[in-house]
């Protein structure tokens, strides 16, 4: 069982910076790939972010890709999503997920974080 806790969302302007936090409880968090999804209102959830359960291993969704970079401590149980360069359009309720093989589809994890609110001002 694993419960996940993001923190970190707010307001900022276009172009400027955010990390969340997911903060995971659990023995086996290194075990697991972790993820991230976004869902703005109206749209369907999508995929933005997973990282391997060493760090080894991560990709990106396209509309993030080199803006935003994942990454883990499993020493602290926790992955993080540094946004750079925000645009509007990346406005949405950002959610923390976690399995053992998760990859691009959210039907891949089995855990979910409660989300946290991320708004971009233009």
């Known amino acids: 069982q694993v419960q996940l806790v993001e923190s970190g969302g707010g307001l900022v302007q276009a172009g400027g910076s955010l990390r969340l936090s997911c903060a995971a409880s659990?023995?086996?968090?290194?075990?697991?790939?972790m993820g991230w999804f976004r869902q703005a209102p109206g749209k369907e959830r999508e995929f933005v972010a997973r990282?391997?359960?060493?760090?080894?291993?991560?990709y990106y969704g396209d509309s993030v890709k080199g803006r935003f970079t994942i990454s883990r401590d499993n020493a602290k149980n926790s992955v993080y999503l540094q946004m750079n360069s925000l645009k509007p359009e990346d406005t949405a309720v950002y959610y923390c997920?976690?399995?053992?093989?998760?990859?691009?589809?959210?039907?891949?994890?089995?855990?979910w974080g409660q989300g946290t609110q991320v708004t971009v001002s233009s």
């Open positions: 659990g023995r086996t968090f290194s075990s697991y790939a």
């Open positions: 997920v976690a399995d053992l093989a998760g990859g691009r589809t959210q039907n891949q994890y089995h855990y």
């Open positions: 990282i391997s359960w060493s760090g080894s291993s991560t």
